[in-house]
């Protein structure tokens, strides 16, 4: 099956759905609503290009949330078992509960309910997570790269307290919402001298760690190789304290290498995306604000679904013109990283939700 998706032949499984030209399927989303963010992390929306100048999106440039519930439904009826909301920052758009409430009830082809997913930052959540959870939100992931205040305020770009992601990630608990994952971006002599620190607290309140090599996304963000801290001297550094096994992957398109801390006290996850690239089984599609369908992380041009959308077709057409995307995709960045000579257009991190 593989091989012959690899020729290029367009194939279609009805158990797996749309199969990309390299066998993949279709089956998580990252619906970004806002390129815009209270936060500027270095890393992704860098305080002296997203200035006060900088022209973030229209409103009505931005899929409403009427749109992006359609879309969803047309998603979810192709094979997609999992929608992450994300930004930009989410919370930084009004009414957002009002979105979950609409996300929620979607079921699969297989009457499964939908995994149903949020990234933010964690700065709303004191006054956010109880109404989220209440319109059906099951699980929240939030982003923290460090414990110590001052490198945590660094790293947000806007002297943002750590305290008060603390206490977020806090009402996400009181509301039903845990266990919390916890999204560390690791810089190199950044916040790399903090990951015991995050280790130990996670395990001590129940929470998930994820630790994400810092990529090179966007063309703002001057990355380097020399800072990306390597996945595997992350495990080394926590297995050294508690010692670690590996877990298998939950399901094909896990993007996360979990391990599991032998005393049983939870466990951690490392995304490798750098050093250890797992294009083969990336089944994951990305929607942007503004409507536009993104085959991959590192992809300089979108689908637009908005100017369709808004065109009056049906959802069979835009289920025909997604699964059309989907079967013509070819995407790898991650793996042809290494051999790349020159630098590629790419879009921005934030305008695709990570
Ligand atoms: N604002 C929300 C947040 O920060 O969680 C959601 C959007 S943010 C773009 C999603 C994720 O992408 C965050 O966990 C963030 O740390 C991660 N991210 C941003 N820039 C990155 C980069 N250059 N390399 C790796 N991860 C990055
Ligand atoms: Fe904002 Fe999230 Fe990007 Fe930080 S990583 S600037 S919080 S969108
Ligand atoms: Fe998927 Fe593109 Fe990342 Fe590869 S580089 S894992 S295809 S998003």
Sequence with gaps: MLDQAV???????GRLGQLDR???????????VTDRCNFRCPYCMPGDVFGRDYQFLPRDEILS???????????V????QKLRITGGEPTVRRGLPSLIAMLAPLRTPENEPVDLALT????ALRHLAR???????RRVTVSLDSLDDQVFRRMNGVDFPVAKVLD?????????LGPVKINVVLKRAENDGGIVQLARWAREAGHILRFIEYMDVGTTNGWRLDDVVPAAEVVETIAREWPLEPLDAGYRGEVAERWRYVDGRGEIGVIASVT?????????????????LYTCLFSAIGHDLRAPLRGGVTDDQLAGLVAGIWAGRDDRYSERRAAATERLPKIEMFALGG
Excluded: M
């Design 7 to 13: 020729q290029g032949s367009i194939t279609f499984d």
């Design 168 to 176: 977020g990630i806090d009402a996400a608990v009181e509301a039903g």
């Design 65 to 75: 949330y009427e749109e992006i519930h359609r879309l969803a439904e047309v998603f």
């Design 77 to 80: 009826g192709l094979g997609v």
């Design 276 to 292: 250890q690239p797992f294009c083969g089984d990336c089944t994951r599609a990305r929607l942007s604000a503004e409507g536009k």
């Design 22 to 32: 390299r066998g993949r399927a279709l089956r998580d989303l990252r619906i970004s």
């Design 131 to 137: 109404p989220l959870a209440d319109a059906g939100l």
């Design 120 to 123: 933010t930052n964690g700065s």
